[in-house]
């Protein structure tokens, strides 16, 4: 810096308003006169001065005598200092400049800092933005799927309400008129369902099943499963015709010969089966229920096998009955039933699998060990109670032909003892002892049928009718 003239007059500037008129003055007042004058830059505040101030916010020009009072602390200054401090002065101011240009670089970097800092945090808040958007549009396709899934599965649900049963649907009044009332005379039995009657529903003779009302009514399942069941169609298997959900009624083919069990008991003192019919019972019944276990996706467990649930045709085709009724009927609602289904439930003991009673596991070998029952009541003739054990003891002791239903005279021995034989490998305890349906045990009652030769099932009727 240059040093400062002696008797020079010292203008202190700022970039302020002030300092304009400062110059200005110093320009009019005292250059005129050729006063030398030197322009120094402070930031001194108490040498403003309050008139040129107030003049600066009155929105108008100081007056001179204002700007003469603005120069005054400034004079008196520099004179009471002398040239020497004034420079003393200047060095401090321009290194209070120095601090203060320091200060604003700071002040800049550490607004530039700043400015870094909110666009980064603009730029971030612009990034959420944009997640949160992508997250709103993904949420809302989520959302519009699961309600097309929804909509699916509303519309998949309504092809099972009533209105849209695929099998024929009776109404309550066809039902009625059918069964005259449910007249206790059309009355074909009852078994842990409801009762079963002898009907007449589009000219064709019916078995009109009446499950308990508490046991469907308005049961969406219970349609969605009878759907199911009529889909389910086989020679070896009873036609289910039709159903009147609204009363939880199922309506079956009607067969002649009514059940395997009233057959082997002999009930309205019918004729016994001969032995070449019951191989060719066995045979089809294996024949149904690998029907039944091959049924995709997920196999069919019948889980009520029991003579009482083998149906006889007219010409003693045999059908299986009550196909899916286990399943169809919840178990906590068929706990409801009354006396008949205790009586049902005890009955249908010794046909249950015991490694499911014990595991609770159901599987298609569950239906191996009823069927390994029902073989050893077809060559017995005798209830389930401890039939196998009744039999195998038999084989044991060589008395084998002492355990064959006495009312068949002309039993093949050799042939009944493999049939026995490999009813006692299905009734045996662990599910993986026991034969396989497909592989094993239907060849084997195929190869027995056909030992029978054709039947002529005139004989057992005209037998019956007599
Ligand atoms: N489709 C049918 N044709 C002719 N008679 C039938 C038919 N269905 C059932 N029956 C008769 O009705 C009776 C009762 O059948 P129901 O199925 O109710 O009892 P269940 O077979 O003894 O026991 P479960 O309830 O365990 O099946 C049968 O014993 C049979 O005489
Ligand atoms: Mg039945």
């Not at 395997?260 to 004729?271: A, Q």
């Amino acid at each position: 810096m240059e040093s400062i003239k002696e008797g020079s007059t010292v203008i202190a500037i700022d970039k302020d308003k002030n300092s304009q008129y400062a110059v200005k003055w110093a320009v009019d007042n005292l250059l005129k006169k050729n006063t030398s004058c030197t322009l120094i830059h402070v930031r001194t505040k108490a040498l403003h001065h309050r008139d040129v101030e107030n003049a600066s916010k009155q929105g108008r020009a100081p007056t001179n005598e204002e700007l003469h009072q603005f120069f005054l602390p400034f004079r008196g200054f520099c004179a009471r200092k002398g040239a020497m401090d004034l420079e003393k002065f200047m060095i401090v101011e321009e290194q209070n400049i120095e601090k203060a240009r320091l200060g604003e670089e700071a002040a800049l970097a550490l607004a530039e800092v700043e400015k870094q800092k909110t666009k980064a945090a603009i730029e971030s808040a612009e990034m959420s933005r944009c997640l949160a958007a992508i997250e709103i549009k993904k949420r809302k396709q989520t959302e519009k799927r699961a309600m097309q899934k929804e909509e699916e599965k509303q519309r998949a649900s309504n092809t099972n309400q009533p209105d849209n049963i695929l099998c024929k649907r009776y109404n309550i009044k066809e039902i009625e008129d059918a069964t005259n009332c449910f007249d206790k005379a059309l009355k074909l039995g009852e078994g842990g369902y409801g009762p079963v009657f002898k009907g007449v529903l589009d000219n064709t003779v019916v078995a009109i099943k009446a499950l308990r009302s508490n046991i469907t009514q308005g049961d969406r399942q219970f349609q969605q499963e009878v759907e199911v069941l009529t889909t389910v169609r086989h020679p070896n298997m009873v036609l289910l015709l039709g159903a009147c959900p609204e009363n939880g009624c199922l309506v079956y083919e009607f067969t002649e010969n009514g059940t395997l069990e009233d057959r082997l008991f002999k009930k309205d003192n019918t004729p016994p089966l001969p032995w070449n019919l019951r191989f060719k019972i066995a045979a089809e019944i294996a024949t149904g229920l690998l029907f039944l276990h091959q049924t995709k996706p997920e196999p069919i467990v019948h889980r009520d096998l029991k003579p009482s649930n083998i149906l006889l045709t007219k010409n003693y085709v045999t059908k299986i009955a009550d196909v899916g009724l286990a399943r169809l009927v919840p178990p906590s609602a068929a706990d409801k039933t009354t006396q008949y289904h205790m009586t049902a439930t005890a009955g249908t003991f010794f046909y249950i699998d015991p490694e499911y009673q014990q595991t609770g596991l159901l599987g298609v070998k569950s239906d191996i060990y009823s069927f390994g029952v029902v073989l050893l009541q077809i060559i017995t003739g005798k209830g389930p109670m401890g039939v196998a054990r009744l039999v195998e003891e038999a084989i044991h002791e060589g008395k084998f032909e002492k355990v064959l239903d006495p009312n068949v005279t002309d039993w093949p021995v050799e042939e009944t003892l493999s049939l026995a034989r490999l009813a006692l490998m299905c009734c045996e305890m662990r599910k993986r002892d026991r034969p396989d349906l497909g592989s094993v045990i239907l060849p084997e009652l195929n190869r027995l049928r056909d030992l029978g030769g054709v039947i002529d099932t005139d004989i057992v009727t005209a037998t019956r009718n007599e």
